[in-house]
């Protein structure tokens, strides 16, 4: 389930209306006793990045915001360990060599 879909399935308290592809209306989650259909959301097609606007409070984020304020888990990037590519050159002609430079044009 993409983070998009789940905020949807938590917006359905809210009465979540979708207005055309990826735009969302509905009361508001960061309101109590909101019924003004005044917050808005949109989702990119990758359920990963949209944006959040409540036209009531003015407040608004990324998606990711609003999934945090709704306490819905966001996938978490790893980064991948990187393997040191720094090498040491024990002088100028070990540098040419490395680099495919005859040592005589040093």
């Known amino acids: ?26 009361n508001s989650p960061l309101r109590p ?3 003004s259909l ?3 959301l949109k989702i990119a097609p990758d359920g990963e990045s949209g944006a959040y606007h409540d036209h009531v409070s003015g407040e608004s984020g990324s998606l990711y915001d ?9 996938p978490t990037t790893r980064r991948r360990k990187v393997e040191e ?7 100028l002609a070990d540098y040419a060599q490395a680099h495919g430079a005859p040592a005589r044009f040093l």
């Open 1 to 26: 389930m993409t983070t998009g879909e789940a905020i949807i399935q938590a917006l359905q308290a809210y009465k979540v209306k979708q207005q055309r592809s990826g735009d969302y209306r509905c």
């Open 33 to 35: 006793g909101s019924n």
């Open 38 to 40: 005044a917050f808005t």
């Open 66 to 74: 609003l999934a945090k304020l709704l306490g819905i888990e966001t």
């Open 85 to 91: 590519t720094k090498r040491t050159y024990s002088g």
